[in-house]
């Protein structure tokens, strides 16, 4: 096992890695940007290295500062979270090199799954059911517009290296392509430096389910159930919650077997995440993986009983899985909450926290860095915590994630707990019968 673990992130991801550190008994060293010399990330860490100013760019992706951080504390791993440096293959083969540790996929796990043309031809291969759509990336204009009339409009244009819902365009006719096509590359070449696309049949109301699954260095792999994430602003994950209220016990079922074939076709090592689409029919498709740990974890581990990071490490010390594939529970629910208006169309309110009080309870569970007197920089991610509830039914969630919305008081700055409150007496969203166009169905002002 590590002696001791630098984490490669900021807010409650480092801090949620920090706890579970502390309780396998493994040192930590916290790295933080100027901007953030006062989040408890850095408060509760053994160590803390800053690595550069608030500029993620000069620090939380400073490679080059980050392995020397860990080379000056005696780090043996580096865990890196999410976003950020979490999903770069240059930084998982570095940390190779230096002979530290990267909590998570290796290089070439990441390039397979990273360029997403790349991956659609891996999951293909492995048996996992695939959009119709183009083989690899699309040459030229007049290859697209001849797929698109093979599959059948609408299709959409996604770029290979895409994310958070950039360099994609939705046709809905042959005359809307080459627009689009034009449009999808400039902001993906742009975005990623990379503007190749790809085409796949859209598919109409989807819901967006995502399997979470484990593998260890000896090809043993197993999946902890399902996540719904169809509530989503701008391709922006809101609420995700388990088990799907979409999901029959044969989907899940078929969907995990997926998800695993998947992973052992790439010899997947650490906790990743294999995304689907799910049309009206029952049917799913895959879209994407992510080889690193989600926002979402915790909903999985709360109806599992399962704690994902100590899993990561463990994994990645070369301890095996269990092999078990796990079934839920119990149900749950997270709602991330944001600093930014949802009166103002959500934009982001960075300031000074002046009031804090955080819901407590029987099944209630608050994953954040923030305190009374912590001021939020504008420079990240607008992400503050994560409220997660978790009950014996669906409609208990509903009515304990109500109440803790209700007990949940940030003052200082704006935050989404106001949107989450309307959403929880939205009756569709009551219902369980929703998309991931429920958003664009229902403003702040109307839910």
């Not at 029987?362 to 305190?371: A, I, K, L, N």
């Not at 994630?401 to 309307?422: D, Q, S, W, Y």
Request: net charge negative; proline share 5%.
């Amino acid at each position: 096992m590590f002696n001791k673990i630098l984490i490669a992130n900021r807010g409650e991801i480092a801090l949620r890695v920090i706890r579970t550190c502390a309780e396998m008994g493994i040192k930590t060293v916290a790295v933080y940007s100027t901007a953030d010399r006062d989040s408890l990330h850095v408060k509760f860490a053994d160590e803390a290295v800053c690595i550069g100013p608030s500029n993620s760019a000069a620090s939380y992706l400073n490679i080059p500062n980050i392995i020397a951080a860990a080379e000056i504390t005696n780090a043996d791993a580096i865990h890196p979270g999410y976003g950020f440096l979490s999903e770069n293959a240059e930084f998982s083969a570095i940390c190779a090199e230096n002979n530290i540790k990267f909590i998570g996929a290796d290089a070439d796990m990441i390039n397979k799954m990273g360029d997403k043309a790349t991956a659609k031809a891996t999951m293909q291969a492995a048996g996992v059911p695939l959009i119709p759509g183009s083989d690899g990336l699309l040459a030229s204009v007049e290859e697209g517009l001849k797929i698109a009339e093979e599959i059948g409009y609408p299709v959409i244009l996604k770029a290979t290296a895409g994310g958070g819902g950039r360099g994609m365009r939705i046709v809905n006719e042959p005359s809307e392509f080459e627009k689009a096509w034009n449009s999808a590359r400039q902001e993906a070449g742009a975005a990623f430096g990379n503007d190749g696309m790809y085409l796949e049949k859209f598919v109409v109301n989807p819901r967006h389910v995502e399997i979470q699954i484990v593998g260890d260095q000896y090809g043993n792999v197993s999946h902890l159930s399902e996540r719904d994430c169809s509530i989503q602003r701008r391709h922006q994950k809101l609420v995700e919650e388990t088990p799907s209220p979409a999901i029959t016990p044969e989907i899940r079922e078929a969907m995990g077997e997926a998800a695993v074939r998947g992973a052992k076709a790439i010899k997947y090592e650490g906790a990743g995440t294999v995304e689907f689409l799910l049309d009206v029919e029952g049917n799913f498709y895959f879209m994407e993986m992510n080889t690193r740990i989600q926002v979402e974890h915790p909903v999985t581990e709360q109806v599992t009983g399962f704690d994902l990071i100590r899993e990561q490490i463990k994994v990645a010390a070369g301890e095996p899985i269990s092999g078990k594939h796990y079934e839920p529970k119990a149900f749950s629910m997270e709602c991330r909450i944001n600093a930014e208006d949802p009166e103002k169309d959500f934009r982001p309110s960075p300031g000074t926290i002046t009031t804090l009080h955080l819901p407590g309870g029987p099944g209630v569970r608050v994953d954040t860095h923030v305190y009374a007197g912590y001021t939020i920089p504008p420079n990240y991610d607008s992400m503050i915590a994560k409220l997660i509830v978790t009950a014996e039914t669906r409609e208990e969630v509903l009515r304990r994630m109500k109440r803790a919305l209700n007990e949940f008081v940030i003052e200082g700055i704006k935050t989404t707990i106001p949107f989450h409150l309307k959403l929880m007496d939205n009756e569709q969203f009551k219902s369980g019968d929703f998309t991931t166009k429920f958003l664009e169905t229902y403003s702040y002002e109307t839910l």
